[in-house]
């Protein structure tokens, strides 16, 4: 199983900026986490940061093209109004899971991302991520039995 | 780890109503399963269905009387406009964690408790309970340990 | 033939509320009229009050698992906002249809729940009723030819 | 009693335009039914096509002159936004009723003219015009007998 | 001095319709009150009714054909919506007053072909009409001073 | 004199819900001040706590059959939408007075039930109630003597 | 016959403020001009200017205590949201004619205030205050004529 | 204790203006009978009236420096849009309560002033002053005790 | 190939209205290009022109009749709020091409029978008609190689 | 060069108003301070402080007769909606420079007269004033450089 | 004649995104077909992909100084909300024409950029590709006889 | 002191790009007068231009590590919508000034990175950079004093 995981605009900073929100953890020490829960689970992690949205859209593109199995994305930055990467997930086959840290209900926000997704995980901080790696396992391990 | 699970309004027909959209396990087989993979993680469930926004508030506050220690609501036909029982989520302490069988973002619609969780997973179907569950174990044994 | 008629909110105060608007017609008198029109034409007709919503929800899962053939309902005070209601007719197979003594389209009102009925019928007084068994009758004699 | 019904904007097109919706019955079958219908119970009906709102604002007009009794339409293309035809109806003291095939509700469409009628019938198929035909002569003869 | 009245739809009714609203002065009678006033200034007027928008629009394209001075019209219910009616006004040269009887701001309406007129009265029962026609022939004077 | 006093959705959590907002006296501690001020007045009051809207209309109806001479209710998790409520209220002969412990102007809120009523009291704490009474008194008074 | 004309916020600036839309007539030549008209017509003008609303409802109170017949107003800058000039246009008992020097339709404007005249006059350059003269007289007649 | 009461704008009309609303008491008969409440609870009052908004705020900016104790206001025609007052309201510390002699909310209103307000009392005629008076009194001595 | 081509509401006025948007063309001479562009390619044009929605209508349900293989037109006049001719559209099987002489986005305008076209043109002055045709005799061959 | 310095509602209350957004510093430190900065560069400025709209009309008019060279306002309470004293900034031909102490659109407020400014600075304390006046002595001087 | 065509965000994946609404071809054999087409009309076509606006404005900005002569666009997923893109073109003097595989209006989607085109062309298939490079040519053929 | 300067979206096109709006000043020659004005200060100026709100973030980030002292924008392009760019702005801890040439109010346009500034400067042309940094200076300058 090959993943992708994109952290949408303003996740590098992640860790400094508004950690009553995000927490303290920074970006390399999330990656390494979810690396080692991706390693426990015998998937293979691919994450990429990019505050570009046309960036992220070529991420996903070449991801399609390579055969990866599923897309998780905290959209973050791209959150608000990134229609054309909405229209990029409409297109492609790719099964995707989104995830925020802070429920985003709770600050009044709605990401435009979130009707292409299987599902959505919200508010359980770096939990989120951990929740939204074993739904996207269970996702593609039926996917398998049903083909 | 006592924890209440309250099934909204309409549950109760699940598995016949729309199964298109929420499957065809029906309310009896789903409370075995949720029974089974609580007593795997030593949790204490108890579940409750109620087409009566009132009945819902009532059991939550019999449940916070009773020093339970987390909710999981599926709110189902709750979700419109129940602001009495918002406003009794956001009254009572109880750590709210909301599930959703299909993604409500897909369907258009929002979920006016939401606000009040402290996450909310949506999408996964039967799944999106059993990653509540597992959400919620989470959250209490952080709070355990804060405590 | 069986058909459960439910009278919405407020409906027992009938010929007593705004007797300008509904009439003076008392629920208790409404009922035998109905009854008698009910069984001119070999119809059994169950007629529930309530101020509710989630009973009313509550007699048409019981009327469903019930077998009853149709249901006819003026939602009243349902009308406004009743979506667990709404839901509720969306995902029981009963045929229904809706009627109102007043013409609501002249009172600025709209029924939430009229999306989920066969037809609708409003304006003609008690007349609605009437002409509602009618209309539920014509219905179900051709699901019965195509049966 | 002499009745006038009104054939609003494509209606001449039924049996033709969108069958799915309103049935496979043409113009000239319906006219032939409701003339039976109307026999039966002694009333004549004029039947009026047209593509034109100013046009059935004349036959209205033209209608009031002659002492017809009621008026019966469906307004069909009209009721997006006749509002001239509306207070043509506001302004005659010609009782009306309005059909409509389909159940407009469902379809997300509201009749701007429904504000005017004494009642509305919609979603009953071609039965909408034999309710509210049977819902004219209740209305005329009650006014008939308060006279 | 060759002046075009039209009377919008709906006016033929006039003193017939909503009297307390619109007088019960009827449209023969305003006529001949009309065209009595024009003689005394010197006014050749024509007046037309129609309750069709698109022959008021051949009504005024045939007028600025002849070479008729001004127009004055109480759209009456073209009001509402006779978008095309006022594309027309846009496009021809005449300059129009319109009229109203009654005071459409105390009604809560608005008329969307105001924005094509050089100046609008309304309120003052057919006294509107006279002070309409005064404006005409006030505005024409200058034009031919100025011209 | 005789009054029903309604504590609607989620009051009976008060002194514990929110006590920044609504302070820390006790529901039952509340009821044996409200009694004992009734008491003063020569009033026999009857308090009903309820979280279920159709359960306070169905308080109301019993109290308008019983011969209750007014009713005062603080609303609270019913002011959001409950329509039925309104419509009852509307319905009965009752004098109404809302009382709303918090200013809920400050709090962006709007009680939907407030156009029922003869007068409105909010904002002053628990002395809502206590002014409330007094007003109701005043109320009933006049009644009397304009009798 | 004795009338208060007001000229509403700005208009001492007339003559001087955007020349292309009010003409170059200053407030001094307009007031002499207004007085020569009303004088023919035996009326006693008295005209007040003032740029703060709160002025402007003195001067109407003390014109309806000093039994002045009537209104006219250009309310000018105070049209946008006057709501207490409106309320005490409501208040008194004097009839009020309004006038605009522009179109104000034309200009996307609408004025607050023209709900409680009994008519609007707009468009016609200074000759709006004439045309409004006449109206007040003639409704001032026919006022005294029916008395 | 030292009280200033505001009559906002229109008020110095009340009994003449709309009487079918606010009763047929003059301001002068008011001001008499609110004086004597005040002397009976030992509260030196100050009635002020104004039709401009400006020059309440210059009334309440004086008694905030004088050290009058508290502020009862009658907004009337300053509750649409009196946005300066408001924050004038917001900026000085004088307690304040609003209150108004018709209920309105039954009319379709909404104070933009009110969020400032302890608490509001609205639709008891001209015990709403009574009653804010006593409500004032009330908030002073708890301010005094806890001082 | 046989194609009808409506003239919408105001077109008769082509080359006089608004010539710094439409230019100066006359309707006679845009005829007479287009039948010489239309017997280029081999096709038989029939242009109509109409300033009411429901002789348009007609004209389509003739050509509907007749056998006419495809619909182009500038609905003009007709595009703001043509619901009954959109309607038409519909339910007639007749391809449709949308033309515009200016281009309505530049002038903040949107045409509701858009909706119903194969495609639309707009902006190329009179070149649209000429690539309206082009696109329609593709769009014909199209269907006739796939018959 | 002659500049004029109007301070807007509630202007006067400053340093004791909302000193957590508008600072310590009071209405008669910052005059000071300003006058000094005026002088410093060689500017008389005239400093008029109002609570009442219309006034401040009054002093932008005098001003104009008395040829200031430029206004420099702080609208703060005349912001929300001084429709009146928008269109008097339009009407004179004095260059107008907004100031704001705070920024307000971190505060979600809006202008109503920023339209009319040649220029806005908000959110730099009371830097604003002098960043204000810098700017006006730039304007002003490019004028006469230019005339 | 050298024309940019840009291919705006998720145009790769043409032929495989929803190849229900935008067909089989691959962007690949687009180019190709549309080389063709410009070399048979001696145009020189530079076709460019991107799915990051600011790279499109970059690619706008550089044709612009090259000396390009047309701009065709089909903006895809830029179409939503690319304002700075719009603000691009309006500030080039580049001709622009709009081209869309399918019909937008039918989909109810909206360009932001259209505005900003000559012309545009939408909903016949890649023939809007064809469409849209004749309409250039025409334009640019125009301007030169008129140069 | 350092300071970066962003100019956004468009800004390159700067002297070329709607002259009547922005001025003839090219993009260099600003820069030219920056630097010298900055020099002037004492304070290093990098300025950066991009046309991709992503690369913006990119450029704050860097500068936030990079250990620069205040940030300067010129939204330009990116003001409509750039919700990402002003999330950095609140992640990072620099100062922010915004400004702009034109009066962003008057041409009914509003920045949504606003709410994050410090302060903002628009509408005097290029003197608004010349403002913008004589006010960060005055802001760093504090800092350094309180630090």
New interface residues.
């Given amino acids: 199983m090959r993943i992708l995981l994109i952290q ?3 996740m ?2 992640l860790g ?3 950690p009553e929100v995000y927490g303290r953890t920074t970006a390399a020490e999330l990656d390494e986490r979810l690396q080692a829960e991706a390693a426990d689970r015998g998937v293979s992690l691919d994450i990429r940061y ?6 992220a ?2 991420f996903i ?1 070449a991801a399609a093209r390579d055969g990866v199995d599923g897309l998780i994305m905290n959209p ?3 959150h ?2 990134a ?3 909405r ?2 997930l ?3 086959s790719l099964p995707y899971v989104e995830v925020h840290i802070s ?1 985003i ?2 600050r ?1 926000m ?2 435009v991302l ?11 901080g770096l ?2 991520y951990t ?1 939204g790696l ?2 996207m396992v ?2 593609l391990k039926k996917r398998t039995v049903q083909g």
Same sequence: chains 1, 2, 3, 4, 5, 6, 7, 8, 9, 10, 11, 12.
């Fill in positions: 949408g605009a303003n590098e900073w400094i900026r508004q990019s505050n570009i949205e046309g960036e859209i070529n593109y973050a930055g791209f608000y109004n229609y054309a990467l229209d990029c409409r297109g492609v429920n209900d709770s009044g709605k990401s979130a009707t292409e997704a299987v599902g959505m995980i919200s508010g359980f939990d989120s929740l074993e739904a269970r996702i």
